[in-house]
């Protein structure tokens, strides 16, 4: 019989399948030699340790990860679309990124681990960071369109405390206002000056990185359940697009309440 050649990246993979399957601290070394079908001895012909395996595998993921984007570099297809529109589908398109293999595990391990290694807890980071720098980007363009919403309730942007800015707003109505309170009117989001988007995108960036946490964790233990459907073959399942669909509308409430 030939022998099996295995290599770095096919032992990575091979921890990663069983990281999801079982967590990553319980894999040992001789989960990833039965998963390849090799003798344990020989994993240590490219690692020192299952630790070394962990943290190359940290670094793997956090890596392929960086190439994916919030909001695609080619976002042309957005310009026609009003900004609830526009931001329901770039939210839509991220998280079924993450339905798909590898993302799907990647993302998975990455943030069980974020709470034991300070590695994927910078990937970790890293990627609530993209989402924040997109999403200001996306909102400057939008802005400089003036295709800007004003908020519900009709004063505009909240500050990033949460504070409402209708307060301020009555009391420039009431006559209470002087000559140099023109600076403490409301701003909406057309209005709002960069840092105040900047720092409302990073809150807005973190509500999504835990919604899309959720979102994965109610998705594994959906193929735990169902493990005729193979790791990672979310589309092999019914699809149930309503928790989804609730997490956009928050998503496009955020910006829009």
Not at 180 to 185: H, K, L, P, V
């Amino acid at each position: 019989m030939a022998k099996k050649r295995i290599d770095r990246d096919k032992i990575i993979q091979a921890f990663l399948t069983c990281a999801f399957e079982k967590s990553a601290g319980a894999v040992s070394l001789a989960d990833i030699a039965s998963l390849l079908g090799v003798n344990k001895a020989s994993l240590y012909n490219h690692f020192s340790s299952r630790d070394a395996i962990c943290e190359a595998a940290i670094d793997f993921c956090a890596d392929y990860m960086s190439g994916v984007r919030f909001i695609p570099e080619s976002a042309d297809s957005l310009a026609p679309l009003s900004f609830s529109d526009a931001l329901a589908k770039i939210v839509k398109q991220y998280f079924r990124s993450y339905e798909i293999e590898p993302l799907f595990q990647m993302y998975a391990f990455i943030h069980s681990s974020k709470f034991f290694s300070s590695e994927a807890s910078r990937a970790a980071e890293r990627e609530t960071q993209k989402i924040a720098d997109d999403t200001a980007s996306f909102i400057a363009r939008f802005a400089a369109e003036g295709k800007l919403p004003l908020a519900e309730n009709g004063y505009g942007l909240k500050d990033v405390s949460g504070a409402d800015t209708k307060a301020k707003a009555e009391k420039q109505t009431d006559g209470a206002t002087d000559a140099g309170s023109a600076g403490d009117a409301p701003h909406t989001l057309q209005t709002a000056p960069p840092d105040a988007l900047k720092k409302r995108a990073m809150f807005f960036a973190r509500e999504l990185s835990a919604e899309l946490s959720a979102y994965i964790v109610e998705k594994k233990e959906t193929l735990r359940q169902n493990p005729e459907s193979g790791a990672g073959s979310l589309f092999a399942l019914p699809a149930d697009d309503s928790a989804l669909a609730k997490i956009i509308a928050r998503a496009v409430s955020y910006w829009t309440r």
